[in-house]
DNA sequence: AGAGATTAACTCGAACTGAGAAGAACTGTA
DNA sequence: TACAGTTCTTCTCAGTTCGAGTTAATCTCT
């Protein structure tokens, strides 16, 4: 905010040319065990051909309300997301035509259909975060800001559960965190882990209908629980190499 | 961002009014332990006589930039602060005069001189949180999230270590804790987990030249050290209740 | 039927935690 | 000066949590 008095003796609309406000928004899912990001293909200069974080501007609506939109129109319905904001990005340079300031959010989906080619996105796909490099503008920094909070999120807080469906396996949320931080967690900890955190997790009584593909008995199924953060947290295994 | 076939397709003056993009800044600090923030009188309509957090205009400059010059602006030589981006508030609605973005920072301060009455605000000073209610616009909010964002953020960063002095005593940390928090840790589990967290701090091989005020032995005198995160983290204990 | 994989539960020692206690050092006051 | 009270610092102890490994049971695929 700013004071009456800022805005007088500030304004000057030379001085402080048009500023436009965007929202960008890097949506995380997993196909396959393997993290992607959602990206549309730019028609356009600048940065024609390009992959970029999809968004657009912000109208009369709040900016929470705009990342979902955006994200609407890319992607069809959206169940069970999880969006929050991230950060703003607003260097100036970062667009050659104008100042623009980018609100970034990140989202968390569970798998959905590929993304309709429709909204205003030439062309609109899920991509394994390991090969999403090189994108317009300053998506690249968008992008490892988005990646380092979800790594560091799904250690204190429910959020992994939103990667998956209502209901899940303990093997099925391992597998979550396994592609968010690009490492397995030992599986038997993990179990105990889990299970212990009060109102992570919740028994369903139901079991999977089948073993897993290579094998196994089948898993019981079990929903979020209502706990809002973790505790004690699930710490990643490479915290110990931070000392 | 925004690729540009959103940008044309999107763009129509009347449809998106001018934005207006402001930084402000929760600066913290601690006097006499207790928590208190920075905030400016506001002399104009609206919110005229209200206090409000210390912010202005974006200039052409980065968001950095500009929250640090606002910074210096309202208090002075800002020597050992550290400042975080925390996040943007940009409701329609939120300032009655226009569509004002807010991108909101986070400053954590050691003691500082009482604020220059210069730069743009009618008069500045520091409030203790618990009175700074009230406040003009949403800083209400804003300073809500900033407190927030400190209480956690001393948990498993070494952010303590910018509310005090160059070289501080392991109480004068615990009187930080305990002032963001709101509750005092166990003195000893304290002392023993701020000494075993590799790289928190560093024993500077002094001591205090007197005792506390009220008794007690000189005190080792300790400067912060190069870690970036804590680990293990310091919990709060009220982290507890949580369950 | 058998090989291989997986779930789920258990064991063990190491590390960490909260709570309390105690000794030494120092202050201000009687 | 002596004393009461406060504080810094270290220590103890039991309970909890952790990483790592093991085991039994279950299931899929060949």
Chains 1, 2 share one sequence.
Request: no cysteine; hydrophobic share 40%; aromatic share 6%.
């Amino acid at each position: 905010m700013v004071t009456e008095r800022e805005f007088l003796d500030g304004y000057d609309p030379r001085a402080y040319p048009a500023v436009a406000v965007t929202v960008d928004v890097v949506t995380l899912t997993i196909r396959d065990g393997v993290l992607h990001v959602l990206l549309v293909e730019r028609g356009e200069q600048p940065h024609a051909g390009r992959l970029a974080l999809p968004g657009g501007f912000v109208r009369e609506e709040t900016l929470d309300e705009a990342a979902l939109r955006e994200l609407a129109e890319e992607t069809g319905i959206l169940p069970r997301v999880h969006l929050e904001q991230l950060a703003t990005f607003g260097d100036p340079g970062r667009d050659p035509r104008m100042r623009v300031m980018s609100v970034a959010y990140l989202a968390f989906a569970p798998r959905l259909p590929e993304p309709t080619v429709g909204g205003d996105a030439a062309a609109a796909r899920w991509v394994p975060v390991a090969a999403a490099t090189g994108l317009a503008f300053d998506h690249d920094t968008i992008l490892a800001a988005g990646l380092e909070r979800a790594r560091a999120k799904i250690e204190y807080t429910p959020l992994a559960t939103a990667f998956v469906g209502e209901e899940f396996t303990i093997a099925q949320l391992r597998g979550v965190y396994t592609a968010v931080w690009g490492e397995e967690p030992h599986a038997g900890n993990f179990h105990r882990k889990v299970l212990s955190v009060p109102g992570f997790i919740e028994d369903t009584g139901a079991t999977t209908q089948r073993g897993g593909e290579r094998g196994g008995p089948r898993s019981k199924l079990f929903r979020a629980g209502d706990a809002r953060i973790l505790h004690p947290a699930l710490l990643r295994p490479s915290a110990e190499e931070r000392r």
